[in-house]
T-cell receptor, first 110, second 113 residues
Framework: SQQGEEDPQALSIQEGENATMNCSYKTSINNLQWYRQNSGRGLVHLILIRSNEREKHSGRLRVTLDTSKKSSSLLITASRAADTASYFCATDESDYKLSFGAGTTVTVRA | EPEVTQTPSHQVTQMGQEVILRCVPISNHLYFYWYRQILGQKVEFLVSFYNNEISEKSEIFDDQFSVERPDGSNFTLKIRSTKLEDSAMYFC???????????FGQGTRLTVV
C-alpha cells in the first residue's frame, strides 16, 4: 500500500541550525501533509501541500513537493529546543485514507 | 480553535474485555478516521467513515473492531474482545472535506493486561 517513507530516521542538530527531512512515496497523491509528534503525545498538523503546489511556507517551516520524483522535504529553519519531536509525512491518495511514514526523530541540542 | 477530543486519555483493560474509545470530531467535519500507533512504531490506518458508513478499512480492522457515529457528534471505536497486541495509542481524526487537512486528537493509550 502507498506510504511515505522519511529520511533520515534520526537527526541531531544544534539549536539555531536548520533541519531538513525528506519523504518519498510511491503513487499519485492528492496532497501530502506533515505532522509533528512530541514523545507519547498527539499528532499536530503542520502543513499541507497539494499535488499542484511546489512549495509552501508556514512560519519557520518550508515544504517542497516534487511530484515527478514523488518526494517532499520539510525544512525547519533556526531550530529551537522545542522543535525536538518526531516528524511524519502522510500521503493522501484519496479522501478516505492518509498513509503515514515511519517518521524522522529530530533532537535539537541546546 | 476547534479540536478533536478523545476520551479516555488512558485505559487499562483485561484481555478479552470489550472497550469503547470515544472521539468528538471537529464540528461540521465530514470525514472521520481511526489510527493506531504501537509504541515506537508507525501510525497505522484502521478505518475511515463518511456519510454514515465505513468508506475504507485496513486488514487490521477485522471483525473484532467496529465504529459508530451514534448521535451526530461522537465517533466511537469498539474492540469486542481485546488482545494483548491491541495495546497501542489510538488516534481519532477528522477533516472537513476532501483534499484538506486532517486533524488528530491527543489519543487514547490502551493497555491490555
Amino acid at each position: 500500500s502507498q506510504q511515505g517513507e522519511e529520511d533520515p530516521q534520526a537527526l541531531s542538530i544544534q539549536e539555531g541550525e536548520n533541519a531538513t527531512m525528506n519523504c518519498s512515496y510511491k503513487t499519485s497523491i492528492n496532497n501530502l501533509q506533515w505532522y509533528r509528534q512530541n514523545s507519547g503525545r498527539g499528532l499536530v498538523h503542520l502543513i499541507l501541500i497539494r499535488s499542484n503546489e511546489r512549495e509552501k511556507h508556514s512560519g519557520r517551516l518550508r515544504v517542497t513537493l516534487d511530484t515527478s520524483k514523488k518526494s517532499s522535504s520539510l525544512l525547519i529553519t533556526a531550530s529551537r529546543a522545542a522543535d525536538t519531536a518526531s516528524y511524519f509525512c502522510a500521503t493522501d491518495e484519496s479522501d478516505y485514507k492518509l498513509s503515514f511514514g515511519a517518521g524522522t526523530t529530530v533532537t535539537v541540542r541546546a | 480553535e476547534p479540536e478533536v477530543t478523545q476520551t479516555p486519555s488512558h485505559q487499562v483493560t483485561q484481555m478479552g474485555q470489550e472497550v469503547i474509545l470515544r472521539c468528538v470530531p471537529i464540528s461540521n467535519h465530514l470525514y472521520f478516521y481511526w489510527y493506531r500507533q504501537i509504541l515506537g512504531q508507525k501510525v497505522e490506518f484502521l478505518v475511515s467513515f463518511y456519510n454514515n458508513e465505513i468508506s475504507e478499512k485496513s486488514e487490521i480492522f477485522d471483525d473484532q473492531f467496529s465504529v459508530e457515529r451514534p448521535d451526530g457528534s461522537n465517533f466511537t471505536l469498539k474492540i469486542r474482545s481485546t488482545k494483548l497486541e491491541d495495546s497501542a495509542m489510538y488516534f481519532c481524526a477528522s477533516r472537513g472535506g476532501g483534499n484538506t487537512e486532517a486533524f488528530f486528537g491527543q489519543g487514547t493509550r490502551l493497555t491490555v493486561v
